[in-house]
């Protein structure tokens, strides 16, 4: 941690979920801009992340995921010093149960975001964690707020139908040869979003060997 009080990363672990912020420890409120930012995965795109820092306008940037790390802490807030847009913070929550959910602290961060990015990992997770409970209906609240962003798992929750993986992953053949067969699973909406109304979104399509699923 850094000697200065106000600007250090700090971590909360719980069994539940484990949050990183990195920057000010004090939330405050910006004139944020609205948004939908769909990322295919793989590399991280500069010019996507410019974007989402650009409307949340220096505020409090959050990263939701199920798994992995804070690695975008840093990815984000050196992108937002080096556009001259300085965040004033940018925090990762890892969530690792559906507990988490209902958790008013992480509810708070929530609340008090300018901007929301889902990383990649495991979208059945992101289904089973969050859908139907307290942390859906806060992020659907921030919809017409703040630019809500998601790469890989993260891009897939956001459509109107999600491709949900409970399963696992299928592949083109199998989905060719039957298209009902039980890798293919299906849910409604997680977020309603402007302009994805009839849109189901998916990735990786050559490099996992996805086109035939579509």
Not at 64 to 89: C, F, H, P, Q, V
Not at 109 to 135: C, H, R, V
Not at 181 to 189: D, F, G, H, V
Request: hydrophobic share 35%; glycine share 8%.
């Amino acid at each position: 941690n850094n000697s200065n009080s106000l600007y250090r990363s700090h971590i909360i672990d719980t069994d539940d979920y484990t949050i990183y912020r990195l920057g000010s420890l004090i939330d405050i409120t910006t004139n944020s801009f609205t948004g939908i930012g769909l990322i295919g995965g793989g590399s991280d795109t500069n010019k996507a992340f410019i974007w989402q820092i650009n409307n949340a306008n220096m505020g409090d940037f959050l990263v939701l995921r199920a798994t992995g790390s804070d690695a975008y802490n840093e990815y984000i807030m050196n992108l937002s010093i080096l556009t001259g847009k300085k965040l004033n913070s940018v925090t990762t929550i890892v969530c690792k149960s559906k507990d988490s959910s209902y958790d008013k602290i992480i509810l708070e961060y929530i609340n008090n975001a300018e901007a929301i990015f889902f990383a990649g990992g495991d979208q059945s997770l992101y289904i089973n964690y969050w859908k139907d409970t307290p942390i859906q209906l806060a992020i659907q609240r921030r919809v017409p707020y703040v630019t809500i962003a998601g790469t890989s798992a993260g891009l897939a929750i956001l459509g109107n139908w999600i491709y949900s993986a409970e399963n696992g992953s299928v592949y083109s053949d199998e989905s060719l040869l039957n298209p009902y067969n039980k890798y293919i699973t299906l849910s409604s909406a997680f977020i309603h979003l402007p302009y994805l109304e009839t849109v189901l979104t998916d990735t990786h399509f050559l490099t996992r060997d996805r086109m035939g699923r579509m």
